[in-house]
């Protein structure tokens, strides 16, 4: 399907009306505003559910696609040189573990990073980790890398400052959860229905950049979905933030950070005195409705969640027993918009002229907040066209690139009744006292 086929010829100045001021909303919605021409309003409903609400996130130039790799470069210039970007990526350095199940990623890694002319990754043993974090003896068949230009970004902070950039260049931001979008049937959107009003959109360019919602939206609005391979399918994994002692935080501020591929990565907050995160990457859909759509849900306070908490703690104490004493101070559960090759959709709708989807971050396109959303905008003019996220099932077609396991078929309830029966669930439950790892 050619993207340009629905596109109108346009005038450079334009009316826009961004749903959701996420990491692709509001980075579009700021290179909008680099013409100052542009009407620009960003209708966001903030919920502790979505990725774009953390409070740090990791930083890698690293994938098995070159073409991935090659987004990741460009935005890394921006985080490097953009004085609103410039301040908030810290190069902290992360020591990364594949075991044999994931060595096939390093390989790829090492061949995406050779067809760009870049230095391979050196291959070491488990014995960096136990040197670096004095773990227990580790089973030495994981490969282990020292990446040390990866990096963390305060996200809280980047956030809020671009939001604020946003506004103080005259862009304008509403409050309101979207139920549907309403359409007129002869190839536009009419309006934009919200929990509280009906917003007019008959003279307006609209991008639906809602994450892990956009699929609800498009269901609830009777409009036609992308083919399965390019849906933004809603999937939720756990975080467990951390309260470490200033001595620990003061200790592992200054170490690599550590990520074990397809169980877990360990985050000391770049300037947050005491503040840490453990993420766990055992990903589930969670189907509802007569359609089966995955629906967002907090599932902070289930039975899954106290199990993948334990693991998690247990993971922790084996890989980095310094932390002992911390406590994980509390259970997340976070859902993003998860495409079939990771590779996001950004497109014209084929059948409303005057809707753009934009979505399908994948929990790993964060880290291009300061460039994606230029990737939007040559979208809705028509300057560029970029078939890697087109609508179109053969832009799919190539090989998982980013985190396969993210792209799953586990659904929520089947893991929460399996947890309902763990052992270790059940006591942790009745004592709700081993906060501590």
């Known amino acids: 399907m050619s993207i340009q086929g629905n596109i109108d010829e346009r005038t450079s100045a334009q009316k826009c009306l961004i749903i959701g001021g996420g990491v692709i909303g509001l980075s579009t919605a700021w290179h909008l505003l680099k013409d100052e021409r542009n009407d620009v309003t960003v209708l966001d409903h903030p919920d502790l559910l979505a990725p774009s609400r953390d409070v740090s996130k990791f930083f890698r130039v ?43 990623t390093l390989n790829g890694i090492d061949r995406a990073r050779s067809e760009l002319n870049l230095s391979p990754r050196k291959h070491e043993t488990a014995r960096l980790i136990e040197s670096v974090f004095e773990s227990r003896p580790i089973s030495q068949e994981l490969a282990v890398v020292n990446n040390e230009d990866d990096g963390v970004v305060d ?21 309101g959860r979207v139920l549907h979008l309403d359409s007129n049937g002869e190839g536009t959107i009419d309006a934009v229905v919200t929990s509280t009003e009906s917003i007019d959109a008959r003279q307006t360019d609209i991008i639906l950049a809602a994450g892990p919602w956009i699929m609800q939206i498009l269901e609830a609005s009777h409009i036609q979905q992308p ?32 990520s074990e591929i397809g169980i877990g990565e360990f ?67 976070y859902w993003d918009g998860v495409t079939g090759n990771q590779q996001p959709i950004i497109v014209r709708h084929p059948k409303h002229a005057n809707l753009i989807i934009a979505g399908g971050g994948s929990y790993t396109h964060a880290k291009d907040l300061p460039y994606i959303g230029r990737i939007v905008t040559e979208v809705m003019q028509g300057t560029e066209t970029h078939n890697q996220f087109g609508w179109d099932e053969s832009s799919a077609d190539k090989q998982l690139n980013n985190q396969p396991l993210l792209y799953t078929d586990r659904v929520f309830g089947d893991l929460e009744l399996e947890a309902s029966k763990d052992q270790r669930v059940r006591d942790w439950k009745r004592e709700r006292s081993d906060w501590i790892i």
Request: proline share 6%.
């Open 62 to 104: 690293d994938y098995t696609d070159p073409e991935r790799m090659k987004l990741v470069m460009k935005s890394e210039e921006l985080w490097e040189k953009d004085d609103l970007f410039e301040p908030f990526l810290h190069r902290t350095g992360r020591i990364v573990a594949y075991s044999p199940t994931q060595i096939d």
């Open 155 to 175: 996200w809280e902070r980047v956030m809020k400052n671009l939001k604020q950039e946003f506004i103080d260049r005259g862009g304008k931001f509403r409050d």
């Open 227 to 258: 083919p399965l391979s390019r849906a933004p399918i809603a999937t939720g994994i756990f975080a467990f933030h951390l309260d470490m002692t200033t001595q620990q935080w003061v200790k592992y501020h200054e170490l690599p950070r550590f």
């Open 267 to 333: 985050v000391c907050h770049p300037i947050e005195v005491g503040a840490g995160k453990v993420t766990w990457t055992t990903a589930f859909i969670n189907p509802s409705g007569k359609r089966g759509i995955s629906e967002p849900r907090d599932v902070a306070n289930t039975d899954l969640g106290i199990r993948m908490m334990l693991e998690a703690r247990d993971w922790i104490r084996k890989r980095i027993p310094g932390l002992k004493g911390a406590r994980m101070k509390s259970i997340w559960s």
